[in-house]
């Protein structure tokens, strides 16, 4: 772990552990120390991809079937990542918790009341949107590639680009922000909206925000306070004792 100065260290645990409403906001950084790529670094997924052919709604019209087969191939990788220390933290302090992070990490440590913002890669859904969701187990096989209830297609239940956030998830993410009085944010760029806004209505109630990243980015700039590390380093220190 980044060498923290001992002070900010117990600055940043007496404010989480007097605080009375916290929630966490977390993104690719706290899933990286499991082996899932982050999206946005250079080595990220995007710079290794076309976006418009995997992350788009015209590149799943173009090909969905090359589509489907790069995340059957992700969600195939998910079982042999195991979640990390930061994971099993955040668990264990129960925390409200809105992520950007699309595995089932978070849940596999044991955390509940999280929210999804950017979908899940367990999920199939109707493009077409009628309703029609289904649990993905890669056990068993690929999901239906035609909905039962329309037959329109099937495609992964996440945010792909130039589509909105899920309208109740992004609801009660905000709820959970304009009500918090200490926001723990950790591994994001926070460069992403209206996911990153987060961070920004917290700040309006005047929450305290304590950022968890390796390096500098946009959300180092709205932090009360930084501690520089690798999530699965810090948080356990951090949240020492609560639960």
Known sequence: MNQIPNELMKTAQEWCQN?????????????????ISA??????????????????PQGFRNDPKAVRKWYWERRMALPHAKPNPAHFALAKA????????????????GCDNVLHLHGTLLQERCHHNCGYEVDVDVAVGPPPEWCPECNSPT?????????????EV????????????????????????????????????????VVVNPGEHVAESMADLTLSGAAGEVLPVLLHGIQ
């Open 19 to 35: 605080a009375n409403a916290p929630m966490v906001f977390s993104g690719a950084g706290l899933s990286v120390e499991s082996g």
């Open 39 to 56: 999206f946005r670094t250079e080595d990220g997924l995007w710079n290794q991809v076309d976006v418009e052919k995997y992350a788009t």
């Open 94 to 109: 129960s925390w409200r918790h809105a992520t950007q992070n699309v595995d089932d990490l978070l849940e596999r440590a």
């Open 155 to 167: 495609r992964p239940s996440v945010v792909w680009f130039s589509e909105p956030l899920d309208e």
């Open 170 to 209: 992004l609801h009660k993410a905000k709820e959970w922000a304009l009500s918090c009085d200490l926001m723990l944010v950790v591994g994001t760029r926070a460069e992403v909206t209206p996911a990153a806004d987060l961070i920004t209505m917290a700040k309006s109630v005047h929450a305290q925000v």
